[in-house]
Nanobody, 121 residues
Framework: QVQLVESGGGLVQIGGSLRLSCTAS????????LGWFRQTPGKGREILAS????????WYADSAEGRFTISRDNAKNTVYLEMNNLKPEDTAVYYC??????????????WGQGTRVTVSS
């Protein structure tokens, strides 16, 4: 089992920035693929970004490209999501997730409890 704890959400003004953090338990963090997702009441869970365990390759959804940055610190067992130029439509609950990289296809096995981000004027 991998336990994930997100933090860093809150209320931010339009155009502002936030950095979300997600810290994982265990000793195998450096071998995990990591992802950030968000969910709103009107939509399903949306993947925003991922970072590959082996070489740090990143991928972004169109909604995140250019404004969000995913990064990881293996020494701290932590993955980050830096969010800039926030818009009202970014209001959501944000989740991190772990894929233990056992297979070719990503399998998001473990999830955090979520942190709420509200973007308002």
């Amino acid at each position: 089992q991998v336990q994930l704890v997100e933090s860093g959400g809150g209320l931010v003004q339009i155009g502002g920035s936030l950095r979300l953090s997600c810290t994982a338990s265990g000793r195998a963090f450096s071998s995990y693929n990591l992802g950030w997702f968000r969910q709103t009441p009107g939509k399903g869970r949306e993947i925003l970004a991922s970072i590959y365990w082996k070489d740090g390759t990143t991928w972004y959804a169109d909604s995140a490209e250019g404004r969000f940055t995913i990064s990881r610190d293996n020494a701290k067992n932590t993955v980050y999501l830096e969010m800039n130029n926030l818009k009202p439509e970014d209001t959501a609950v944000y989740y991190c997730a772990v894929d233990r990289a056992f297979g070719v296809k990503l399998n998001w096995e473990f999830w955090g409890q979520g942190t709420r981000v509200t973007v308002s004027s």
